[in-house]
Structures are given as structure tokens and as C-alpha cells.
């Protein structure tokens, strides 16, 4: 399986521009691949065949048992990047093999290849049972992921204004999604200003966004961007899942991972991105078993993984939009946008919180073009160099404060109350008093935003709450961490009850569970399940959320159990 000479020294000089090279792409032993054989089928390919081409499903995992193939990266504009010449020994994927989504490289056949190819669920059955070689594989596709973001060449390419409403959304939910894409910005870039003129040049319609297959969209919304790149094709109306969470936050990415790694069917709905709020949470230091702290996107990221791994149908961007308890045919029927139904034996939701709308004049005018929910690399890149303004005085605002201030020039962090202490972890409010581009206006509220002519955030106005004086902010990019609001709407006229706040009720007595035993997550509805931040009286803590996560599972195999017996 050795390579000659020159090809050997080819391969070391394009191994070395990765950052963990033999992880990323090692070399199976001829036993290993002998274990990986009844997993598989041989396939052959002819000099220059194509094997997989991006943008198109991916037919699994590739084992090359002889020969090599030319991994290319190439965008919808035509440019090919080269990645790696991989050979014999070696397996050709990445994480979109695990789903049987459109991949993201180009696979070429040099000179005559032979292969073990391993359709997508024969690869989650090897991850499984195969757990040392499991953990080699899936841990080169995570790094196979991670270099073709950071390599910024291939993929999706976004054309507009680095600083435009449009291009920060989608930048946001193409990163939050670990989708790879890159950014041709007009003002420094000669090709896209003349792609702007030809195909649109009216500001609204920026940005233009270019996929694989070369289809030109025009400010599209991420449901359309997302069907346009394979992300989500939408829930097969036939199926019925054992369990649908509405929710891919931790709670909801736990209840997946926990119940799909214990054979149950599992389907997962996010209206935007894995991870919910926590996925936007710069550090999280108090999770048990990072103490050094951890990214809510990469804690998340991990749980995404997982969940795919063990078979998981995670749809994103999908919203529910209704829930029909009736179970005509033993089966609850969510209903999505765009009309499409998931039929599931189970429920769980686990669909979080918004995030809350403070009463600030002109508020809507200026969201997405000033005035930002959560502070990722996206937004901090806005801010580099300038003042910032956040609002909000709990965990999360700490953590975005801290982040920010890594970044802006200046961060002013707005209390509506007196202190910190009764809704801050300690920690953190000594890092905020440590930082010194951090300033505290306690009792103090933002009553009005202003900008200028293109409506872009420039100034807030704001006002003690203990006196009448008034003052102004120069400040371009606005944080609001001001709490968020149940996502429980899309359960009404399903018979779940809520509390005062619109939290779901769970573990106590109704008239649809009267006479069985109430499992502490159960809703008024037997067989709909709460967990996370949606549920009333949960903790509002990660740690939590996943615990309930875990949690469920119990109770859902035992409802599972129940509803598969046959009457007496």
C-alpha cells in the first residue's frame, strides 16, 4: 500500500498545511481495513472518473484499496482549489457522509481505483461498533469539517458588503450550521463588482449568494438557502419517527443523542441553528468537565455530531407550526412550514426561547443593521476597533460582555437594576470588574435608537430610572441580552398546559392522564414531553438542560413500551 517517491513527498508537502495532519488523514492498517469489509461493498473506478461531486448526496465513505483520488474544493464560480491526493489505505469523507447530504469537495479517480464504499448507514453501524477505530474516523470527518471552513476558498460564496445586514445573517447562519462558504466583498473585490451590475444592482437584493451548481440567489431567506444547498430536504410524509424534538439546543440535542444511541428513531427540528441559545455563547466556564471553559458552538457542535452519528434526521431550518394531538392512527402529526407534516409516536419539546424585545423606539428598524440577540465572531468581527452598548445584566450578557470586550474598543454595559450580584454568577462579575474597556451604568435604560440615512444604527439615547437626566451614545452595534420568551405557541390547541408565563407544565395530573403514573417530564398530554428552558421550573442552565435531556429517554421508551402492547 506504499506510495512511490514523488507522490509520497506531493502528499507530505500538502499534509503539512493541516493542523493536525495524521488525524486528519490517517492510514488504516490492512487489518482494520479487513474489520471494515462486511460494512462495505468494492467499487471501481475508471482514470478521471468522478466518485462524488460537491453539491450532489455523497454515496458514504470511500476506503481506497487502490490507487489515488484527488480531493478538490471548487465554488459556483468555477474556482478549483486543490485539498489533498489521498491513497491507499486512507478513506475519502467528511461529516456530510454521515447523513447522506451533497458534499462539499470534489473526489477525482487517478489512474485506475479500487474501493470498499460504505453507504451512509453502514458507516454510523462501523462508528458504533467499532469503537477505537470509530473514534479515529469520526474524529478525521470533524477535522475534515473544521479545515474546509477555515480554508475560506470553496463553497457557498456570499457577494456584498462586508457590513450589510444581509451578508452578517447569512454569514451567522452559515457559520452557527458549520456550513464552509466565503465572502467576495465589492468594495475590494473587481470580480464582485461586476457580478453585482450584472445580476443585481439594487442594495436590497445583496447579497448575492452563489452555490455549487452555479444558481445565483438574491438575498434569499435561510430556509431557501438551505433547501438550495441540501441542508434540508424536508420529512418523508410515510415515515412515523418513534420520537420528533422541536428544539436543537442542548436539552434538545441531548434527548437525541441519549434516545437515536438506544435504537430509537429519532427526528430533530431547529427553526434556525443547532445549538439554540447556548450555541451563541461565547464561554461557558461552570459545565462540568471544562474547566478551562468551552464555546457554546463548540459544545454543541459536538452534540450535533453525535446525534448524527447515531442516526439522527436533523432538519434545519425547519419550524413547526402546529401540534395535532389527536393521534388518529396512534401517531402526533407536527405540522412544518412550507405544509410538510412529521408524524411521530412521541413528542419532545424542547423548543427554548425567543429572545425578548425590550420597548426601545425604532427597535425593529434597526435589527440586523446595528442591533444584534447573541455575539458571535460574526458580529465581534463588526465590532473591532469601535464602541460597543449591551443590554442586560445575567449570565449570558456577562459572557457577551467579556467576549466583546476582546474585540471593541469599548464595551458599555447598561443595568436597568443596581448591581449585578442577584442575577450574575460570581465569576463572572469578577471578570467584568477585572476588565477595563467593560463600563457599568447601573439604572440605567436605552429609550431610543437613532442612525443614519441607509438606517444603519449610529446613536442611543438613554435615561437614568432614578432621575430625569438624559444622554447619548455614539455607538454602531447595540447587544440585547434581555431575557427571551417561551416558543410554545406552535403547541396551541393541543391541550398542553402552560404556566402564567407560557412555560410548559410538566409531572402533574390532567384529565388526558388521569389513572397511569405522570413521569416528572410528561405533559398534560400523555406521550408530549418538556425539557430545557421551555419547561416551567427548569433551572436555566446547561447543565440542566442536558440532565433533562438525558433524562427523558427513560420515560419515553417506557410510553413506547405501553403504546406497542396489545389491549387485553
Known amino acids: 500500500m506504499g506510495q512511490d517517491g514523488p507522490e509520497r513527498a506531493d502528499r507530505d508537502a500538502q499534509m503539512l498545511r493541516f493542523s493536525r495532519p495524521e488525524q486528519t488523514f490517517p492510514t488504516l492498517t490492512a487489518a482494520e481495513i479487513e474489520r471494515m469489509r462486511h460494512f462495505g461493498e468494492l467499487r471501481s473506478y475508471a482514470d478521471g472518473e468522478l466518485m462524488f461531486e460537491t453539491g450532489k448526496p455523497g454515496p458514504g465513505m470511500f476506503v481506497v484499496l487502490k490507487g489515488h483520488v ?84 470553496g463553497g457557498i460564496v456570499l457577494i456584498g458588503p462586508s457590513h450589510s445586514a444581509g451578508v452578517v445573517r447569512l454569514q451567522g447562519f452559515l457559520t452557527r450550521n458549520g456550513q464552509p ?81 438506544e435504537g430509537l428513531s429519532v427526528a430533530v427540528l431547529d427553526t434556525r441553528a443547532f445549538g439554540g441559545q447556548a450555541g451563541a455563547s461565547a464561554r461557558i466556564e461552570n459545565y462540568l468537565g471544562f474547566p478551562t471553559g468551552i464555546s457554546g458552538m463548540a459544545l454543541t457542535a459536538r452534540a450535533f455530531n453525535q ?36 408524524r411521530s409516536r412521541a413528542v ?35 465590532c473591532a476597533g469601535d464602541e460597543v452598548a449591551l443590554v442586560g445584566a ?33 465569576y463572572l462579575i469578577e471578570r467584568i470588574e477585572a ?9 440605567t435604560e436605552i429609550t431610543a435608537l437613532e442612525g443614519d440615512e441607509a438606517s444603519l444604527l449610529r446613536r442611543i439615547r438613554l435615561k437614568s430610572r432614578l432621575s430625569s437626566d438624559e444622554d447619548f451614545a455614539d455607538v454602531r452595534n ?7 420568551d417561551p416558543a410554545t405557541g406552535w403547541l396551541d390547541g393541543c391541550g ?27 405533559t398534560s398530554v400523555p406521550g408530549v414531553y418538556a425539557v430545557g428552558d421551555v419547561r416551567s421550573g427548569s433551572v436555566k442552565r446547561v447543565g440542566g438542560a442536558i440532565g433533562e435531556g438525558a433524562q427523558v429517554v427513560a420515560s419515553l421508551h417506557g410510553f413506547l413500551g405501553d403504546a406497542a402492547k396489545p389491549a387485553l
Open 307 to 342: 446525534a448524527q452519528k447515531f442516526g439522527a434526521d436533523i432538519m434545519i431550518p425547519v419550524t413547526a407550526k402546529s401540534l395535532d394531538c389527536t393521534r388518529g392512527d396512534g401517531a402526533f402529526s407536527v405540522e412544518l412550514d412550507g405544509g410538510d407534516v412529521l
Open 496 to 522: 398542553v398546559t402552560l404556566d402564567r408565563g407560557g412555560f410548559v407544565v410538566t409531572g402533574g395530573q390532567s384529565e388526558q392522564n388521569q389513572g397511569r403514573l405522570v413521569a416528572p417530564l410528561e
Open 394 to 426: 445575567g449570565n449570558s450578557a456577562g459572557q457577551a460582555a467579556v467576549f466583546l470586550s476582546g474585540h471593541a474598543k469599548k464595551v458599555l454595559m447598561i443595568i436597568r437594576g443596581g448591581g449585578l450580584g442577584a442575577s450574575m454568577s460570581r
Open 478 to 484: 447595540l447587544f440585547l441580552f434581555v431575557g427571551a
Open 181 to 261: 462558504h466565503h465572502l467576495l466583498d465589492p468594495d475590494r473585490e473587481r470580480d464582485a463588482a461586476e457580478l453585482i451590475a450584472r445580476y443585481s444592482p439594487k442594495p436590497e437584493d445583496w447579497p448575492l449568494v452563489v452555490t455549487a451548481d452555479g444558481t445565483v440567489l438574491r438575498n434569499p431567506g435561510e430556509t431557501e438557502l438551505a433547501r438550495s444547498i441540501g441542508m434540508i430536504g424536508g420529512p418523508k410524509n410515510d415515515r412515523i419517527y418513534d420520537v420528533a424534538i422541536v428544539g436543537s439546543g442542548p436539552a434538545g440535542l441531548a434527548t437525541a443523542v441519549y434516545a437515536a444511541s
Open 70 to 153: 484527488a480531493i478538490t474544493q471548487r465554488d459556483g464560480l468555477g474556482h478549483v482549489t486543490p485539498v489533498i491526493d489521498q491513497g491507499p489505505g486512507q478513506f475519502l469523507a467528511e461529516l456530510s457522509q454521515l447523513s447522506g447530504r451533497p458534499a462539499l469537495v470534489d473526489g477525482r479517480a487517478e489512474g485506475e481505483v479500487e474501493t470498499l464504499l460504505l453507504p451512509p448507514d453502514r458507516l454510523r453501524a462501523l462508528l458504533v461498533a467499532e469503537a477505537e477505530l470509530g473514534e479515529r474516523i469520526m474524529r478525521a470527518l470533524i477535522l475534515r469539517r473544521v479545515s474546509l471552513i477555515q480554508a475560506g476558498v
Open 348 to 382: 419532545v419539546v424542547a423548543s427554548g426561547a425567543r429572545y425578548r424585545r425590550p420597548e426601545i423606539a425604532n427597535l425593529d428598524k434597526f435589527e440586523g443593521r446595528g442591533v444584534w440577540y447573541w455575539a458571535s465572531p460574526v458580529e465581534a468581527r463588526l
Open 435 to 443: 476588565t477595563p474597556n467593560i463600563e457599568l451604568l447601573f439604572n
